[in-house]
Nanobody, 115 residues
Framework: QVQLVESGGGLVQAGGSLRLSCAAS????????FGWYRQAPGKQRELVAR???????NYAGAVQGRFTISRDNAKNTVYLQMNSLKPEDTAVYYC?????????WGRGTQVTVSS
């Protein structure tokens, strides 16, 4: 059973930075796709960024140019570097992984940006 465990969330002032990490365990294969999603109170979960095993990336328009997704295939880990954070980035951030055995979600990590 694949498990995804996020870390790195917290409280930061507007304009600050945070780096999220998500480590996958329980799979001998790398995730074909890793993604970061977020869900703010009262809103639907939305895609923030995704990265394929080959390194191709996609970003939501709201974070383009501020956030960077990357992965370490040797560690089966994905990262999200978040710069120039805004209060509207406040949400629970979830890691997603699509593996040969199916797709999996982490439990989420809270990111709070104060104004």
């Amino acid at each position: 059973q694949v498990q995804l465990v996020e870390s790195g969330g917290g409280l930061v002032q507007a304009g600050g930075s945070l780096r999220l990490s998500c480590a996958a365990s329980g799979s001998t294969f790398n995730a074909n796709v890793f993604g970061w999603y977020r869900q703010a109170p009262g809103k639907q979960r939305e895609l923030v960024a995704r990265i394929t095993i080959g390194g191709s990336t996609n970003y939501a328009g709201a974070v383009q140019g501020r956030f960077t997704i990357s992965r370490d295939n040797a560690k089966n880990t994905v990262y999200l570097q978040m710069n120039s954070l805004k209060p509207e980035d406040t949400a629970v951030y979830y890691c997603y992984g699509f593996f040969i055995s199916g797709d999996y979600w982490g439990r989420g990590t809270q990111v709070t940006v104060s104004s």
